[in-house]
């Protein structure tokens, strides 16, 4: 008997179901999931005045695009990796490029471009519309979980 190997739409949606709606930050900031493929993910942070954080301008808030940045580097990691594992973001740089415009949806756009045994690498941009003209630009590296045990694990038991 064949394993049935999901549709590109049922892993999407398996994934929003998992990242977004089981992430209680990610559920409360309505992150979407647009496309997970390969080594790449997408998603969608819709404008919300409750998210702004000049209300003068209503520009969103820088927090509320690193949460974005953060959760779609992330998504990029899980969909490489060929079994499921606890990863956490160990350094995140962003570079915040020009504000978001109030009104619009900012969708950040990443990819998984190395994985070695430990760590994941990943670059990402936030935009509305064009990638070439970035809200903010990113890079961030992931700790994977150590074969057999969990580095976190092993802090919590008082090992180096």
């Known amino acids: 008997m064949s394993e049935h190997k999901p549709s590109a739409e049922e892993r999407r949606a398996l994934f929003q179901q998992m990242f977004c709606e089981g992430t209680p930050h990610n559920k409360e900031l309505g992150l979407r999931i647009l ?10 942070l819709d404008y919300q005045e409750r998210l702004v954080g000049n209300p003068e301008n209503g520009v969103l808030h820088g927090g509320a695009i690193t949460a974005l940045l953060d959760s779609c580097c992330g998504l990029a990691v899980a969909a490489v990796l060929t079994k499921p594992q606890p990863f956490a973001t160990l350094d995140l740089r962003i570079d915040y490029v ?14 998984c471009y190395k994985v070695t045994s430990n760590v994941a690498f990943v670059r990402a941009f936030a935009y509305h519309t064009d990638k070439a003209d970035p809200i903010a630009a990113a890079s961030g590296t992931f700790m994977l979980a150590t074969k057999g045990t969990s580095r976190l694990n092993q802090i919590g038991e008082g090992k180096p």
Do not use: F, S
């Open 35 to 44: 496309e997970i493929a390969g080594n790449h993910a997408v998603m969608q």
């Open 98 to 111: 020009r504000p978001a415009t109030p009104k619009l949806a900012v969708i950040a756009d990443a990819e």
